[in-house]
């Protein structure tokens, strides 16, 4: 247990996740802007999830994903470019958006949960729900 541990980083370094988050936030943005969703959704989920326990950590990266995951309209599309090593943390972040309750984020995870599903296998599913130590 205490190799794992090791893996998260203290809460005084939150303030430098929570900068990083902010300049994927601002690349994230840029992308959008020049019409590349997919692009944008890459980079908000590179270096996901955040390695810390720290809940405003989460949150602001969660933003981010959120962000660049409303932002799909092609979902057929977006596997054609995403690579599949992605699969795994897009799984976790769609859960997360299906906890949110809110309808608009729901309906879009759940039309990209049926095509990842469709892609990755129900693995992907168990994957992300047996992994608790790298929680979004």
Sequence with gaps: MMARAEKFVEVDNAEAIITRIEHKSRKIESLLKQNKPVEALKTAL????????????KSANW???????MAI???EGMFSSLDPEYYDILMKYLYRGLSTGDR????????????LTERAGLGCILRSLADTVNTV
């Design 46 to 57: 590179e270096g996901s999830p955040p390695m810390t326990r720290d809940e405003r950590c």
């Design 63 to 69: 933003i981010v994903v959120h962000r660049a995951l």
């Design 73 to 75: 309209k092609d979902i």
């Design 104 to 115: 608009p984020t729901c309906d879009q995870c759940l039309r990209i949960h049926e095509k």
